[in-house]
């Protein structure tokens, strides 16, 4: 079935002169074809492996061969089919040697990084030191492909994740930049995993429950807690769970509610999860944390993972006094976290504030590496394998990642590794996990006072080509221009008397005024079978001036469409509840469907209600309205102008205007 996108269309309102363009749906038109169908990739069946080697002083090795390297699976030796050297260049990783003994071409391994900032190990002037050095790496040392994510731990807050692996240069920088710690009582609304003691009893978060606003609805299956309103998203153990925060960044749970005192085990789960991340990885931590004897076991555990940790000492160097020297060699030259950064096989900094000496150094260690590849055949067990890279001559330290899990069906995953994967459909730029399209759209409307707005989430129920007709627990994350969630919630939804049918689920979207990109993720709970979505959209500051046009819902003829309002926060006793898409759009008729996202090719005729509020003429007389639209490629070209006709006017019951469009397609 083709489809176009709707996206792409504008309306202009004219009045005595004045114009204002419609404030369309802003997802690109990448951001759509990203979300498309599940990939099949040929290169499934090669296992690839991200390699660095280090001479005895602890420099890349550069300039070897395939036949230099031993290669075993389990302790069963490999043939190597798959060879490729990268080396860093002035574009980018560059790769300088390939193996062309086989058909298949194995995907890139990008290098990525991943920027620690422990806010509770450094004190002001470090932590303000510590993003300055890595505000000055990610502007000098970035290369095309290169993928970072921003990380932390803080007192209140524990280990955080402030924005997941991208190439976005401008969402690196902000991440950086507005990383911070949280006053308690707005930690205090984070709602961590169970044992943390947050939210409600057995560590209980938000979840909500579905209502049909035109017809019956899916209802609500109730989560763990046994509390039909809670669907909790944590673990009842440490580890990267909980992935999800309700008013900061991403929190992981096993911490205390307050003063978190559990830095190490949060680095060694760390080190764990970092098993499941492919590629050529690198952890640059900004701490001035005295770890001990777990320094040196800490490093070996992230060296496992193939990731070596570049650490950088955020103290001060202020010392005065007879005995500074001996003082500076023992708690900045010889720090814990030099036996952290050399048992990984990554290099230590001292000095916080020589950025330009850390952003070269972290450059040259990171950004040379082989990727060695073999066949396997996958045994759908779920079982670790243990690879083995070694050097046929001796001499050299090589890292490179410990192994791999072989996949599994999703119900004989463990709670972390679901968490694993949820977290890479909602963060990932480009999820590791397949999901089928899940189209999405944010609608606004002006009102007196305020904007109001709803996310409008289409699921052809289908278990086939669209969303599992069975238990499913729905997603929803939104997040301001500070990276913090205003929107995070899960509903659990039954959809098993709804195959082939499409419902379109609704959301209260926030109201203050700034931009917002979202992700909504709609997952099977038996088989992990996923659909995800993305959107972005920007809510304007209000204005009593000239015209104002809102959102138009954009109709076609067919059966009416099921909609499910779920709540984005819990009931609170005295707070107003959140307007739905008919408290928004009263006129929506019972013979039309909604279209989100898409139209299906060959419709000649479209239907949009569209909310207007246009001043009085002169003397208070009814204004003259022209109304126009037209489809802009998103691709750039020439405009179509489309015939428009006003079928009707209509006021609601609280006295807001609508225009009923006909709008002919070519």
């Not at 490729?84 to 002035?90: I, K, P």
């Not at 669209?466 to 659990?492: F, H, Q, T, Y």
């Amino acid at each position: 079935m083709k489809r176009i996108i709707v996206g792409g269309m504008a309306f202009v309102l004219l009045a005595a002169g004045a114009a204002a363009p419609f404030p369309g749906r802003e997802e690109s038109a990448a951001q759509a074809a990203a979300q498309r169908a599940p990939r099949y990739d040929a290169a499934a069946i090669i296992k690839l492996v991200a390699v660095r080697v280090l001479d005895a002083a602890g420099r890349p090795v550069t300039g070897l061969r395939k036949e230099d390297f031993l290669l075993t699976d389990n302790g069963a030796r490999q043939v190597v089919t798959e060879f490729e050297s990268y080396v860093l260049g002035e574009a980018g990783v560059e790769l300088t040697a390939a193996g062309k003994e086989t058909p298949v071409r194995a995907p890139l391994l990008k290098r990525r990084l991943f920027i620690f900032l422990d806010l509770q190990g450094s004190d002001v002037d470090g932590l303000k030191n510590a993003k300055a050095a890595a505000l000055h790496f990610v502007d000098t040392q970035l290369r095309p492909g290169d993928e970072v994510g921003v990380i932390g731990f803080s007192p209140i807050r524990g280990f955080f994740i402030q924005e997941y692996l991208t190439s976005d240069l401008g969402k690196i920088r902000k991440a950086i930049e507005r990383a911070k710690e949280l006053s308690p009582s707005a930690a205090a609304t984070l709602g961590f995993g169970p044992d943390d003691g947050g939210g409600g009893p057995g560590g209980r978060r938000g979840g909500g429950r579905g209502a049909m606003d035109q017809s019956e609805g899916p209802g609500y299956a109730a989560g763990t807690s046994g509390d039909p309103n809670s669907a909790n998203l944590g673990r009842g153990s440490g580890g990267v769970g909980s992935f999800i925060g309700d008013s900061a960044s991403v929190s992981v749970p096993g911490t205390g509610k307050y003063a978190k005192t559990d830095f190490e085990p949060r680095m060694f789960d760390l080190a764990e999860t970092l098993k499941y991340v492919p590629g050529n990885k690198s952890l640059v931590l900004f701490s001035g944390r005295d770890l001990g004897a777990a320094a040196k076991s800490l490093g070996q555990a992230f060296g496992a993972s193939g990731t070596p940790v570049y650490a950088v000492n955020t103290k001060n160097w202020i010392m005065k006094g007879v005995m500074t020297g001996v003082k500076e060699k023992h708690l900045y030259v010889e720090h814990s976290l030099k036996d952290l950064a050399l048992a990984s096989g990554g290099g230590y900094f001292a000095d916080v504030k020589a950025i330009s000496d850390i952003a070269g150094e972290v450059q040259t260690l990171s950004g040379n590496f082989y990727v060695i590849g073999y066949y396997v055949k996958e045994s759908w067990d779920g079982k670790f394998h243990k690879v083995g890279v070694e050097m046929k001559e001796p001499g050299y330290r090589v890292l490179a990642q410990a192994g791999y899990f072989s996949p599994k069906p999703f119900a004989e995953m463990s709670d972390f590794e679901k968490e694993l994967h949820l977290f890479d459909l909602l963060y990932a730029d480009r999820p590791a996990a397949e999901a089928l399209d899940l189209p999405l759209a944010e609608l606004g409307v002006a009102l007196a006072e305020e904007r109001a707005g709803v996310v409008l989430v289409e699921a052809a129920v289908d278990p086939k080509a669209g969303v599992s007709p069975a238990k499913v627990e729905l997603m929803a994350l939104i997040r301001n221009e500070d990276l913090v969630p205003v929107v995070s919630r899960k509903w659990s939804l039954d959809l098993s008397a709804y195959n082939g049918k499409t419902l379109v689920f609704s959301i209260a979207s926030p109201k203050e005024p700034g931009k917002y990109d979202g992700r909504v993720v709609v997952r099977d709970v038996e088989t992990g079978r996923p659909a995800a979505g993305r959107f972005s959209f920007e809510v304007p500051a209000p204005t009593a001036e000239g015209i104002v046009l809102s959102s138009p819902v954009i109709l076609v003829p067919g059966e009416a469409t099921k909609l499910v309002r779920l709540e984005s926060r819990p009931a609170r006793r005295g707070q107003a509840a959140e307007r739905t898409l008919i408290d928004l759009y009263p006129f929506i008729p019972k013979d039309h469907r909604i279209v989100v996202r898409d139209i299906e090719a060959g419709t000649g005729r479209i239907t949009a209600i569209l909310p207007v509020r246009v001043p009085a003429g002169e003397g208070g007389a009814p204004p003259r309205v022209e109304v126009a639209a037209r489809l802009i490629p998103r691709s750039g070209g020439e405009e179509i102008p489309l015939d428009v006709e006003v079928v009707e006017a209509k006021t609601s019951k609280d006295g807001r205007e609508f225009l009923i469009l006909r709008i002919d397609l070519p």
